[in-house]
């Protein structure tokens, strides 16, 4: 697969490859970016390739290349979704500057450790232009709350982004990336300043309905909930959406999604996967006492393109767009079959990222939303 997108001097080279060969993929990769001086290259590679395989390939075909990445649920190419690929954008030195960090042992990561770093990755970056934070986590430490938390309240004014890694539906290891080590229960966060427009958003399609439950038993240290209404978990939830617990299915909970309402804003709680007790596991921080209300959808394809519009009045023509899409969407483009529509649609505003297992913006983890960020054209181009 040959990514036209990335032809031209362009400041942002997005590529991919759906080669089952690591060295295929690797060649491709390396011959749509070019020679262009790179100040950070973002992975995204498919667990259906070796991570580390791929960025050693990237780096040895590139002397000096600064790689960081993760494994997905998904991809999202030059052209719209894909599975089983490695994707890539690069970010040109003469447009950008990166400093990127390693966080390990998440969930020994502390508030004061927080503010260390980012005190430690401002003085190093310096002041380079317009500037943004982006953190790529481990999808299964469960520690992504604290983390957008702690990160959020320490990078201040600057805006912070970022996606959890997937490992395509198995729930059994998701990896990140940073030069050349690949890493679980840990996190790359990158500071960035561009001198090119950009825009950080974030966008849902759901709403609340007037169905409401409460999480009575839970342990929130394992994300997982035992019962809702004082009945089993998984036996309330199926009655609520009128199915029975053997119909629940990643396909369902992408469906009937749960959502928390905080700030006056509505949050998506995920549902994993239910366990043989009736025991339902999520995405995101859950606790007992919080009041859960059923989702409805509204129109997706609608959503996206007032979403895309609202970009290009503030950012102008759109260079790229690294976006951080809730695996949950995709599979309800697939159930809704506007999978290939919305792929067109991220494939004509330049899109390129992956399929998360839940999306940080600002101070918050969240999921089942499209979060990103929108660069702008280079106003000398």
Do not use: W
Not at 60 to 87: H, K, N, Q, S
Not at 97 to 120: K, M, N, Q, Y
Not at 125 to 140: C, K, N, P, Q, T
Request: a negative charge; aromatic letters at 8%; hydrophobic letters at 45%.
């Amino acid at each position: 697969m040959q990514a036209s997108a990335s032809a031209g001097l362009r400041p942002i080279r997005r590529a991919t490859s759906d080669a089952a060969s690591t060295e295929i993929a690797v060649s491709e990769i390396l011959s749509q970016i070019g020679a262009l001086p790179i100040a950070l290259l973002l992975l995204f590679c498919s667990p259906s390739h070796d991570l580390s395989a791929v960025a050693a390939g990237l780096e040895e075909g590139i002397p000096g290349l600064c790689v960081a990445g993760c494994t997905t649920a998904g991809e999202i190419t030059p052209f719209g979704y894909r599975t089983g690929t490695v994707t890539a954008i690069a970010f040109s030195a003469g447009h950008f500057t990166a400093t990127p960090r390693l966080i390990e042992r998440l969930s020994e990561f502390r508030f004061e450790d927080g503010h260390a770093l980012v005190r430690e990755m401002r003085r190093v970056h310096g002041e380079a232009g317009g500037a943004f934070a982006l953190v790529i986590s481990d999808g299964l430490s469960m520690s992504e709350e604290m983390l957008a938390s702690i990160l959020g309240d320490a990078f201040d004014e600057i805006p912070l982004v970022g996606g959890s890694a997937g490992d395509d539906l198995m729930f059994r290891e998701t990896r990140v990336l940073l030069d050349g080590a690949v890493h679980r229960d840990a996190a790359i966060v990158t500071l960035i300043s561009t001198d090119l427009p950009f825009q950080v958003f974030q966008t849902q399609h759901f709403v609340s309905s007037s169905e409401k439950m409460v999480v009575t038993r839970a342990d929130p240290s394992l994300r997982l909930v035992t019962e809702i209404n004082a009945e089993p978990a998984a036996l309330e939830y199926a009655r609520v959406i009128g199915l029975q617990v053997a119909d629940l299915s990643p396909a369902v909970f992408a469906a009937h999604p749960l959502v928390v309402r905080a700030g006056g804003r509505d949050y998506v709680r995920s549902i994993q996967r239910v366990h043989d007790d009736g025991s339902l596991s999520f995405f995101c921080a859950i606790d007992e006492g919080i009041v859960l209300t059923v989702a409805r959808s509204v129109d997706m394809i609608a959503n996206l393109v007032d979403t895309f519009d609202s970009l290009k009045r503030s950012v102008g023509r759109i260079e790229a767009i690294l976006g951080f899409d809730c695996v949950f969407r995709y599979l309800e483009m697939e159930q809704r079959q506007i999978l290939g529509e919305v792929s067109r649609l991220l494939a004509e505003n330049n899109v390129i990222g992956f399929s998360t297992y839940g999306e940080q913006f600002g101070m918050m983890h969240v999921n089942q939303t499209f979060t990103g960020i929108a660069f702008g054209r280079d106003a000398r181009a």
